[in-house]
C-alpha cells in the first residue's frame, strides 16, 4: 500500500505520535496513542526477565541493551546526507511507559516468584521491581500434557472440548483489555517448546482447523490455540518457539482474512545467532565448509523440558535449517555439498539459564587447505532472547497500526525458522534480514530505499 498520508506530527524528531498530516509518500500510521497489552504465554525466564527488564529500563535502573526499537538508528538518504534517527524516532512505536503485561502460564507463581526460580536476574534487581512483577498474576493456561510431558501444572483450564478453550482465552483477552483500558494488544508465545508435529489435513483451512477445535483433534496443539484465539481478537502474534504453531494454512489465512499481522518462529539467541553471523561471512569469502558440530549446556526449565527426545526434535528442525539456506549448497556443490551439521542440547542444571555453547567449524580454503574454528559462547539466554520479545511486540504493533496483515516476513531478523509465504525460502542471513527490516521501515516512511550501490558518490 503507497499512499500519500503519512502518520506522525514530525516523524523524524519526535517517537511520540500526535496525529495525522499529509507527506508526500509512504504508507498510512495510525499513532501509537493510548496503552498497548502485551500477552505473554508462558511466564518463565524470557517473559520474566523481559517484564522485569521493561520495568528497569522505565526507572532508569539499567539499559535496553539489545533491543534495536529502543537503541537502533537508521541511515536516510545518501551518506553525505548525516540523517541516522533512532528507529522509534521514525517510526511511531508504542512507549514503554504505555505497556501493560498480562500473562498465562501453568504454574500459578506471579512473576517476582517465577523470575526468582528462574534464577536470570539478581535478587537485588528483582527485589527494586518486585511490586510490578508481584502484580503480574498468570491466568490459568490451556495445556496438554501429552505436548510437553515433562512439565505438570495445576493453573490449567477445563473445557469439553478445543473450541470451548479457544473460545475462554479470547475472553481472557477481552477482559484483559477492558481492566486495564488498553488500546491494543499483542501476544507473544514464550511458554515451553511442544513435540514435533507436521502438518496434517486438520492444518489445511480453516473450516478443517475449526471443526478439529470442535473434535479435539489431536493434532490441534496448545499453542495453535492461543494464536487461534489472538487472531480470532484481531491481536497479533509472534511465535518465540520452534513450534508449528501459526505456521499453518490455516492461521495464516485466518490472520490475512482478519488483517493480523503474525510471525514466528524460534527466537535467534545464543548458537544459531552466532552461526548465522558468521555463516554468511565464510560463504561471501567462498570459504568451504565440511562440517560444523555444536553442542550446548543449559540447565534451566527449557533445558529440562528439551532433554525429552520428541521436544528436543521440534528445537532441532529448527536449528538444522539455518546452514543449508545460507551456504546454498545446490549453488555451490565445490564448497557447501554434504557438509555435516550436528547440533546438540544437554541439560545440566548447575549451569541454570547461563547456557554455554561450543561449536566447532570445519572449514577448507585455498586449494582445499583445512583449518578450524572453535567458538565457545558463555551466553545468558533469556538475557539475549528478553529484547527480541521486545521488539517484536513493539514491531507488531507497529505493523498491525500501519495495515500490514498476515506473515511478517521483515521481521525474520528475530528468528531462527522464519515464517514465509508457502513456496519461499527462507532468508537466514542475519545481515540481509537487517536490510529488510529496516528497508521495510524506510519504506514505511517514504523514504528511499537503501541499496548500497553507491556510485553517485563518484559522479
Ligand atoms: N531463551 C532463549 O534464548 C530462547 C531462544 C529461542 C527460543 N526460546 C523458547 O522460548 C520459550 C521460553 O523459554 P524460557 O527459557 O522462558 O522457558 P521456561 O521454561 O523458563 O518458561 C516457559 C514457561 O511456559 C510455561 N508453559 C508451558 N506450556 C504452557 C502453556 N501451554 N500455556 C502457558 N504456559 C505454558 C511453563 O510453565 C514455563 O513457565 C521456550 O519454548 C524456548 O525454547 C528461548
Request: glycine content about 8%.
Amino acid at each position: 500500500m503507497r499512499l500519500t498520508v503519512w502518520a506522525s506530527a514530525c516523524p523524524v524528531q519526535s517517537g511520540r505520535t500526535t496525529g495525522i498530516i499529509m507527506v508526500e509518500k509512504g504508507v498510512v500510521i495510525a499513532p501509537a496513542n493510548g496503552k498497548l497489552g502485551v500477552l505473554l504465554v508462558g511466564l518463565g525466564a524470557v517473559s520474566t526477565t523481559l517484564v522485569a527488564g521493561v520495568e528497569a529500563i522505565r526507572r532508569g535502573i539499567a539499559k535496553p541493551v539489545g533491543s534495536l526499537t529502543q537503541m537502533g538508528t537508521i541511515r536516510l538518504g545518501k551518506r553525505t546526507d548525516n540523517r541516522s534517527p533512532r528507529i522509534k524516532d521514525l517510526v511511531p512505536l508504542t512507549e514503554l511507559e504505555d505497556i501493560v503485561f498480562g500473562a498465562w502460564d501453568i504454574f500459578p507463581d506471579n512473576a517476582f516468584d517465577a523470575a526468582m526460580k528462574a534464577g536470570v536476574l539478581e535478587k537485588d534487581l528483582l527485589n527494586q521491581v518486585s511490586e510490578q512483577l508481584g502484580g503480574l498474576k498468570p491466568m490459568p493456561a490451556v495445556f496438554e500434557q501429552n505436548f510437553v510431558k515433562r512439565l505438570t501444572g495445576t493453573n490449567v483450564k477445563s473445557a469439553a472440548n478445543k473450541m470451548e478453550l479457544a473460545e475462554k482465552l479470547m475472553e481472557d483477552i477481552a477482559r484483559f483489555k477492558a481492566d486495564n483500558g488498553l488500546d491494543r494488544m499483542v501476544m507473544v508465545w514464550a511458554a515451553s517448546t511442544e513435540i514435533f508435529l507436521e502438518e496434517t489435513g486438520v492444518h489445511g483451512s480453516i473450516e478443517a482447523f475449526e471443526k478439529g477445535l470442535y473434535d479435539n483433534d489431536p493434532a490441534i496443539a496448545p499453542s495453535m490455540i492461543y494464536a487461534y484465539a489472538a487472531i480470532r481478537s484481531g491481536v497479533p502474534f509472534a511465535n518465540g518457539a520452534p513450534n508449528l504453531t501459526a505456521d499453518i494454512p490455516a492461521l495464516t489465512k485466518l490472520a490475512e482474512e482478519r488483517k493480523v499481522p503474525i510471525c514466528g518462529k524460534d527466537f535467534k539467541t545464543g548458537q544459531t545467532l552466532m552461526k548465522t553471523i558468521l555463516a554468511p561471512g565464510l560463504k561471501s569469502r567462498m570459504l568451504g565448509l565440511d562440517g560444523w558440530y555444536s553442542t550446548n549446556i543449559l540447565g534451566n526449565r527449557d533445558g529440562e523440558v528439551l532433554d525429552d527426545p520428541e521436544n528436543f526434535k521440534t528445537k532441532e528442525e529448527s536449528k538444522l535449517s539455518v546452514l543449508e539456506h545460507i551456504l546454498q549448497p545446490e549453488v555451490y556443490p565445490d564448497l557447501y555439498d554434504h557438509f555435516s551439521h550436528v547440533v546438540r542440547i544437554n541439560y545440566y542444571p548447575p549451569r541454570g539459564d547461563n547456557k554455554e555453547g561450543w561449536d566447532n567449524i570445519d572449514i577448507f580454503g585455498w586449494l582445499g587447505y583445512k583449518m578450524q574454528i572453535k567458538i565457545d559462547f558463555l551466553c545468558r539466554d533469556s538475557i539475549l532472547a528478553a529484547p527480541l520479545a521486545l521488539d517484536l511486540a513493539l514491531f507488531l504493533d507497529l505493523a498491525q497500526r500501519a495495515g500490514m496483515k498476515g506473515i511478517q516476513e521483515w521481521l525474520s531478523f528475530y528468528f531462527k525458522a522464519p515464517q514465509t509465504a508457502p513456496g519461499l525460502y527462507p532468508e537466514h542471513d542475519i545481515f540481509i534480514q537487517l536490510m529488510k527490516l529496516k528497508n521495510t521501515l524506510r519504506h514505511m516512511r517514504g523514504e528511499d530505499l537503501i541499496t548500497h550501490l553507491g556510485l553517485e558518490y563518484y559522479d
